[in-house]
């Protein structure tokens, strides 16, 4: 079929790459970044209930604008008249903006305040040393993310043009929407920077492992392909096919696992077809052979990679289904494009790829190009070759004849376990967080604002959490019942979490400033804000100072009680970051404190497992009763997590043992299981320990900004990387397997397959994983922690698997089991070819040391003569 169709196939994949040109860019604008709970659990179940309360409160996103002195500038504080004018012509602005666009709620902000009989309240927008203060712009968070980013631009422009003195303030955004924005530009920027320092040195080392400039073509139009064309489907699928967006991320780790994979699909196949017309094959068998051996090498790696990032799809998390979804695309377009562009190609011009006369000089054919020749005569030309092969008198020959011998196999395979076991054991001490400042670009300004804004305000203000009482039946919330309730739990919030050291932080129409208001102290206050006298204009002094406090009280009161009075918030400003472990805690505090009360108001109850917390089976015992939910960004950030961590481990087993069965069928061997789980602890246990002293101990802080402690991990990268690890190793595992049983099929004895093979595939294993490492470690070049850490867990576990696992672990390991590493495939077990034949030490020697076994005392010149 290739030989017949091979111009069209080119001519197929020619015109996909075109179409890849001009849709696949498109997907590094389509990044959504937003995190939403996990359908079915108790977070997604009070949001909705939330959202239905407050029609537009469950949709709100705030973008910061803050305002703080320049360094080093004249600036005294940002209590200043010119930035009262500023926030007042920039409000003007959004105002305009709004009247098209309809994605804006409402502002609100230190000088919407300033001079007001709400002056008390701007005081939560400003810092004590009046350094920083800050306007919210509130935003819709449900319509699409690429709009909002427009909204960000769009605003930043503005601030820049209307800043009264730039050489004084620094106006800027910050908030999600503005971080998420500066993470997809620099998403942009990182690929551009991964291209330009793996592609050229892994198409380099591609080009001198195949030895020609003409093959290397195929590998350079093989992996702009596979990378334009797994864009280019993602986007149509994003627009005509319902999927979610993935992250702005999701687009940089697919580039990079098509893009390596690509190289090491075309080094497999490419490599294969060299040696076979350097052999004398004709380039149709050399075309055949290689995707025979090779080919099937390819099939069995890709089958594994994609198997397991379609099981990322079964997760509850839109993050991690995407990213998996994405590179299962990736993986099975490059996949594809190898298996049928590569030989398409040569078969198309088979003079012009079959001539080496670039990288390699020396590797044309001796036999000429074209010559046909079967494989008996292939097989007698390389065993009557009076010399031994290159590649049997290196290092790497000695090496693995010493790693398969008895009882040297033993002892390296209990080498390396002992050396891993002070990195498995700091396994124990890994971090996994919510922080997503990981995220955050290093130097960008949004990045340096939040931190800014984090170090002078409450750690809880760009992320507070929200409790909502709904009494139910359709009563009002306005009653002393309701006030004393909420009251209560309040306090209980106040003084049993965290937030005992701020009495500021926890707040309602029935508990401010740390005491409890009554329901007639609320009726008292509303009603005094209502007074004529402090709703004037032209309000003196004095009154302001008396009208100040109920006024202040009425603006909490509308801020939370909904519009139809039948839901009052408790709002939440935790005393520190809400993206780190301890909010774990936190949330599980206020979930117990939460079900106490709703014992108390007889409501059904849930219960609470590692999933999560999740509806109990059945319904509220009384649907139309009062309810008590527990909201915000976090709290659906934290369900999603656990929900993920109590399923995962189920996943990676069933993942895995599917992988299993798939390469035990394939390779006709049912010990590949357990030989595979043995293979696989080691990288993996390596590699986490080694990270946990990396990016929680610091031990590497010296070296770069790319590898300085972080204090943890972010949640969803030991989800992506240790599947992704699992699947890289059995990349090159397969390959060297599959000549191991070729050989094995041929006659050879265990040792002698492994060293054969070893000494085959270890040059193209060894430029494969350097490539693979190239690609992944281009990855620490970003400025985003999590792709650093990403890059650093994928680098270390490729050169891992490349130089010590399929070195010294899986030779050592095979040679223990050939009696049952076969089973139910048949093998030769009689007149073996061992390391003492001809092939690997010489004909010379091998006639001495056969004369000196029988024990004959020839001449030798009856030595020469036989």
């Known amino acids: 079929f290739l030989n017949n169709n091979c111009r069209k196939i080119v001519a197929f994949w020619f015109v996909v790459f075109i179409w890849g040109i001009v849709t696949g860019p498109d997907l590094l604008h389509m990044g959504d970044d937003t995190q939403k709970a996990p359908k079915g659990s108790r977070a997604d179940t009070d949001l909705n209930r939330f959202t239905d309360l407050y029609t537009t409160k469950g949709e709100e996103l705030p973008i910061i604008v803050l305002f703080q002195c320049q360094k080093e500038s004249k600036c005294v504080n940002v209590d200043q008249p010119e930035l009262t004018k500023f926030s007042t012509a920039l409000n003007l602005e959004v105002e305009r903006y709004n009247t098209t666009h309809r994605n804006v709620f409402y502002t609100m902000g230190y000088y919407q ?7 008390d309240v701007k005081q939560s927008f400003i810092s004590k040393d009046k350094q920083l203060a800050y306007t919210t712009v509130v935003v819709n968070g449900t319509i699409i993310t690429s709009k909002r980013y427009e909204f960000v631009y769009w605003l930043n422009d503005r601030i820049k043009e209307l800043n009264p003195d730039s050489r004084k303030y620094d106006i800027g955004l910050t908030g999600f929407d503005a971080l998420a924005a500066d993470g997809t ?79 090491d699909y075309v080094l497999f196949l490419c490599r294969r077809f060299r040696d076979e017309i350097k052999s004398g094959s004709s380039t149709k068998t050399a075309v055949y052979r290689s995707l025979l051996y090779a080919g099937h090498v390819v099939i069995m790696s890709g089958i594994t990679i994609v198997v397991v990032f379609l099981g990322f799809t079964f997760l509850p998390s839109r993050t991690v289904v995407m990213d998996g979804t994405s590179c299962s695309i990736g993986v099975t377009v490059t996949l594809l494009v190898a298996l049928t562009n590569t030989p398409a190609m040569i078969l198309s011009f088979p003079l012009f790829f079959s001539t080496f006369n670039g990288f390699c000089g020396k590797c044309a054919s001796p036999y000429g190009v074209g010559t046909v020749r079967d494989n008996a005569q292939i097989e007698y030309a390389r065993l009557d070759s009076p010399k031994v092969h290159n590649m049997y008198t290196g290092f790497r020959f000695k090496f693995t004849k010493l790693v398969t011998k008895w009882p040297y196999n033993v002892v390296s395979i209990l080498i390396l376990y002992i050396l891993v076991i002070p990195l498995a054991i700091q396994c124990t001490r890994i971090d996994i967080n919510e922080d997503i400042i990981a995220s955050i670009p290093r130097g960008s300004d949004a990045g340096d604002r939040f931190k800014s804004m984090y170090a002078h305000f409450p750690a809880g203000t760009l992320s507070p959490f929200y409790i909502y009482f709904h009494p139910g039946d359709g009563k009002s919330v306005f009653n002393s019942n309701v006030f004393a309730k909420v009251g209560k739990l309040s306090e209980r919030i106040q003084k049993e979490t965290a937030c005992k050291v701020d009495k500021n932080s926890v707040s309602s129409p029935a508990y401010l400033r740390g005491k409890r208001i009554s329901f007639a102290e609320a009726e008292a206050l509303l009603l005094a804000a209502k007074l004529p006298i402090c709703n004037r204009n032209d309000i003196s002094k004095e009154m302001l100072r008396l009208c100040s406090t109920p006024k202040e009280y009425e603006f909490l009161f509308q801020q939370a009680v909904n519009e139809n009075q039948d839901a009052m918030l408790i709002t939440i400003l935790v005393p520190f970051f809400p993206f780190v472990t301890e909010t774990q805690d936190f949330i599980d505090q206020v979930y117990d404190i939460i079900d106490e009360e709703l014992d108390d108001l007889t409501l059904s109850k849930y219960r609470r497992d590692r999933n999560g917390l999740i509806w109990d089976e059945g319904v509220e015992t009384n649907p139309g009763g009062p309810a008590i939910g527990f909201c915000g960004f976090a709290v659906g950030f934290d369900a999603q997590m656990r929900q993920v961590y109590g399923l995962f481990p189920v996943l990676i087993a069933t993942t895995l043992s599917a992988v299993f069965i798939v390469l035990s069928i394939m390779l006709k061997s049912a010990f590949v299981p357990l030989r595979l789980a043995l293979t696989l602890f080691l990288p993996l246990l390596a590699v986490y320990g080694l990270a946990v002293l990396v990016y929680q101990d610091g031990i590497l802080n010296w070296l770069s900004a790319s590898t300085s402690s972080i204090g943890g991990f972010y949640w969803y990268i030991p989800i992506l990387i240790t599947s992704m690890v699992c699947g890289l190793a059995l990349d090159y595992d397969v390959f060297l397997i599959s000549r191991i049983i070729e050989h094995r099929e041929n006659g050879y004895d265990i040792r002698a397959s492994i060293v054969k093979a070893s000494c085959e595939t270890g040059g193209t294993i060894s430029a494969a994983g350097i490539i693979m490492t190239l690609a992944f470690g281009g990855m620490l070049l970003s400025n985003q922690s999590t792709m650093d850490v990403s890059g650093w867990l994928l680098a270390t576990a490729v050169l891992l698997d490349t130089f010590v696992v399929n070195t010294i672990l899986v030779p050592a390991l095979m040679s223990l089991g050939d009696n049952i590493a076969w089973w139910p495939r048949k093998v030769p077990m009689n007149n073996l070819v061992t390391l003492e034949d001809s092939e690997f030490v010489g004909e010379q020697e091998f006639l001495h040391s056969s004369h000196a076994n029988d024990g004959d005392t020839a001449s030798s010149d009856e030595l020469e003569a036989s």
């Open 185 to 263: 530009d620099a998403t942009k920027d990182e690929i551009g920077k991964v291209d330009s320092f793996s592609v050229p040195v892994a198409l380099a080392l591609l080009g001198y492992m195949v030895g020609s400039w003409r093959l290397l073509s195929i590998g350079l139009f093989n992996m702009g392909t596979s990378i334009l064309a797994s864009f280019a489907i993602m986007v149509a699928l994003l627009k005509y096919g319902g999927l979610p967006r993935p992250e702005s991320a999701s687009a940089q780790l697919m580039q990079v696992m098509a893009m390596s994979l690509s190289i």
């Open 113 to 119: 305040y300033n001079g007001t009989v709400l002056d």
